[in-house]
C-alpha cells in the first residue's frame, strides 16, 4: 500500500496483512485557525465496497478465529479494521500485535485473523495504558460474513478453505492477562514493532 505520492506506509507483514499507525498515515491540518488533524488511512489499491460498521470490545468479548471469502465467486475477501480509541489485540496468522489508537489494520484476504480487547495494565511504548475495551470500526472488501477456522495457515484459494464444525469455543482469542500479552504480543508504530510492557 502507497500514499498518493508513492510513499510506503505502516508495516507489510509477511502474511500480506498491514499495520498503518502513525507516520506514514496521510495526516492533515486543512484549517489555520482551527485545531482539526484529519487522518485519512485509505491509501489503498483495494476497493471497499462491503459491509462498513463498528464494534466495542471488552475482553469478554473474543472473537472465533475466520477468514472472509465469497464462495459464489470463490473468491477471498480483504478487510480494513480501524482502532478509534482504546486498545485492541489482534491475532493475523498466528502472531498476536496489541492494536494502538488510530491504527488502520489491513487483514488480506484468506489470513485467518480473530480480535479482542487488550486486557488491562498493558503500557504501550508511548505511555497509553489498556483498559480491557476497545471500539474497532470495520470495513469489508465485498459483501461477506464470517467463515470459522481452527487453522492459523493462509487460504490462498477458497476451495483450499476447511470449514471448522467444533465449539466456537476452541477458537475464540484466547483469554490472556497482562503479562500474557507482554509475553506473546508486539504492537507496531510506524514502520517498527515494538514490545508492551506492564503499566
Not at 495494565?121 to 497509553?128: C, I, R, S
Not at 476497545?134 to 465485498?142: A, I, L, P, S
Amino acid at each position: 500500500m502507497t500514499t498518493d505520492h508513492g510513499k510506503d506506509v505502516g508495516l507489510l507483514l509477511p502474511n500480506g496483512c498491514r499495520i498503518t499507525h502513525g507516520p506514514g498515515a496521510n495526516i492533515k491540518r486543512p484549517f489555520t485557525d482551527m485545531d482539526l488533524t484529519m487522518h485519512e488511512l485509505s491509501p489503498s489499491n483495494i476497493s471497499f465496497s462491503g459491509q462498513f460498521g463498528f464494534i466495542e470490545f471488552t475482553t469478554e468479548i473474543r472473537l472465533p478465529r475466520h477468514i472472509h471469502m465469497d464462495l459464489a465467486r470463490s473468491r477471498l475477501i480483504a478487510e480494513r479494521i480501524l482502532v478509534l480509541n482504546g486498545i485492541g489485540i489482534v491475532e493475523l496468522a498466528g502472531e498476536l500485535f496489541v492494536v494502538a489508537p488510530g491504527t488502520l489494520v489491513d487483514a488480506k484476504g484468506g489470513v485467518p485473523h480473530t480480535w479482542s480487547a487488550c486486557p488491562a495494565g498493558v503500557k504501550l511504548p508511548d505511555g497509553t495504558v489498556s483498559e480491557g475495551k476497545f471500539t474497532m470500526v470495520y470495513e469489508y472488501e465485498d459483501v461477506t460474513t464470517f467463515y470459522p477456522t481452527a487453522s492459523t495457515g493462509i487460504v490462498l484459494d477458497p476451495k483450499g478453505y476447511q470449514a471448522f464444525e467444533g465449539s466456537f469455543d476452541e477458537i475464540r482469542f484466547p483469554k490472556l492477562t497482562a503479562e500474557d500479552v507482554v509475553e506473546r504480543a508486539e504492537v507496531v508504530l510506524g514502520k517498527y514493532r515494538e514490545e508492551v510492557v506492564l503499566a
